[in-house]
């Protein structure tokens, strides 16, 4: 099974709608993190988190917000939802001190989800 | 506006040579830099990360770092078609708040 995977994997909508892409992760890293990747633009960080009640904006972060619901969710919602907001959108998770893995600081990327909004 | 730029690419080289990635960074306060293989609709993968001045060596992979002129390269030995991605690389001050480059295609050519 996958360590961290996101719901949904696509996701097709309209302006003005509301949508929550969803991660979890089983990892037992306390650090999450919400990127978009455009074309050209590479990837973005949004919002991460490093503890539940831990919550910080990234450098794109207008348009969104997040809740951590517990160690292992992290949500992101997009309130009013619009074409600009079309992108590939990844959650990650981390971990610091390096001990599930072989580097430190590795950040841990779910599958992904493809947002399009019309 | 702080920044890591990276050539897009596509980087061609034949099967068996070594394949050169490189990137620069703005912020002279980055202490972390990362690169990250990226295969077409996958989730990026972390493969070397480097922290101090010099070479560090990791199997056919091998990163360089030089803080004075701000660049970090990935040399990639032996290349084989399985690794045609995308690499990107990432720096930041600490251990969160990477900053991603846009990446390099790579297509190593059988």
């Known amino acids: 099974d996958a360590d961290v995977t996101q719901t949904p994997r696509n996701r097709i909508t309209k302006t003005g709608k509301r949508i929550m892409l969803e991660c979890s992760q089983t990892k037992g890293h306390d650090r999450m993190y919400w990127y978009r990747q455009d074309p050209g633009l590479g990837l973005r960080l949004i919002y991460y988190s490093f503890d539940v009640k831990d919550i910080n904006k990234g450098e794109i972060s207008d348009g969104y917000s997040v809740s951590r619901q517990a160690q292992a969710k992290f949500s992101l919602s997009l309130e009013s939802a619009i074409p600009n907001q079309t992108a590939l959108y990844f959650c990650a998770t981390s971990d610091p001190d390096g001990t599930s893995g072989r580097f430190a600081d590795t950040q841990y990327f779910g599958p992904g989800t493809r947002l399009t909004v019309l | 506006q702080k920044e890591v730029e990276q050539n897009s690419g596509p980087l061609s080289v034949p099967e068996g040579a070594i394949a050169s990635l490189n990137c620069t960074y703005s912020d002279r306060v980055s202490q972390s830099f990362f690169w990250y293989r990226q295969y077409s609709g996958k989730s990026p993968e972390l493969i070397m990360s480097?922290?101090?001045?010099g070479d560090k060596e990791d199997g056919r992979f091998t990163a360089q770092l030089n803080k004075a002129s701000q660049y970090v390269s990935l040399l990639i030995r032996d290349s084989q078609p399985s690794d045609s991605a995308t690499y990107l690389c990432?720096?930041?001050?600490?251990?969160?708040?990477?900053?991603f480059g846009t990446g390099t295609r790579l297509k190593v050519l059988a």
């Open positions: 990432a720096a930041g001050p600490g251990t969160y708040k990477y900053i």
């Open positions: 480097i922290y101090s001045n």
